[in-house]
């Protein structure tokens, strides 16, 4: 019954990466064009801490999904659960 479990939690697991990889590439394309047309515009009065922000997150996503990938093919029931709780606290610390 364990190794049923840990193979659905593995699934779900490439799943979830899969789509927030995803995520996290179209936040950093989308920041980096973001920030090629405030630069084309400089002289606008527009503060770009909203395009480095989307950056950061982006960035941080994709770090989320390369462990979690890591930790899918690895199969170390450890790595499993650390990376799920990091999927956790990502998802449902934004209010």
Not at 8 to 20: A, D, I, M
Not at 56 to 70: A, E, N, P, Q
Not at 71 to 89: D, H, K, P
């Amino acid at each position: 019954m364990g190794r049923m479990t840990r193979t659905c939690f593995q699934s779900l697991l490439k799943v979830v990466n899969s789509g927030l990889g995803m995520v996290g590439i179209a936040m950093i394309l989308y920041a980096l064009w973001m920030l090629r047309v405030w630069l084309r515009h400089l002289d606008s009065p527009a503060i770009p801490w909203f395009i480095y922000t989307i950056l950061g997150i982006g960035v941080v996503l994709c770090v989320i999904t390369c462990s979690g990938h890591i930790a899918a093919e690895t199969a170390n029931g450890c790595c499993l659960y650390i990376v799920s709780s990091l999927l956790f606290v990502s998802f449902f610390s934004i209010d």
